[in-house]
């Protein structure tokens, strides 16, 4: 293993080649938006993922972090974020923070990004590495994302990274109308596949996009931790 060059926050050089080759994948993969290539070269990886997996860090594949969870594939990061379409006034909510690294993408790109997170551990996690970055303009708390965050409504855009097995209404209301939500959604067999909702002055309207694996999406806040 060649020796990092201390503090750079990416784990030297040898991770900065495997950052291009990712950003190269991702682009092979047909990932266009060179505003979310760039934000994805701006987010080290590397710091949202357990000490024991930094190795992979820069793998196109999700990993386990802490509660059980993953923080999710950079490809389908990649490609949540194009299809959100975002803006750089817009203000995003988050369900399911995870690592914080889909979190931090999302940052780099709209004016301030809201995230909910049912395990207090993964909250308090991601909310050290936001600070460790000088990411300022995320707003985190533990809570049920089922509910969304009302206070803070409505939202430009809505991103849910675990699994719903219904359509999730509560959060289509708490979009702006022309908003855009994408969430994975479980079908009847177990299958999973992103689906967006656009909401209209009456209702919404939905497309279904790719085939997915996501965690699913919890009722209620964590009982422990
Ligand atoms: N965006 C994250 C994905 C983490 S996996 C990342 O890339 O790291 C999905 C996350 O959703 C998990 O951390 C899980 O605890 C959280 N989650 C599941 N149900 C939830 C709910 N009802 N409210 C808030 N978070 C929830």
Redesign the pocket.
Known sequence: MAAAPPGDGTGGARADTRLIELIMGLRNAGIRDTKVLAAIERVPRVN?VDAAQTGLAYADR?LP?D?G????QPYI?AYMTEQLRLDPMFKVL??????????AVLAQLCRRVYT????RT?LRQ?ERRFAASSLTNITAMA????RGWGAQAPFDRILV??AASERPLELIGQLVIGGLLIAPIEGAGGEQHLVRFTKTETAFSEEKLLPVR?????????KQD
């Open positions: 949202y999700a972090i509660c969870q993953t923080i999710s990061v988050e369900i399911g923070t995870g690592s914080g690294y889909q979190t909910i997170e049912r395990y993964l991601a809570g049920d994302g089922n990274t675990a996501f965690v699913p999406l919890q009722p209620g806040i964590a």
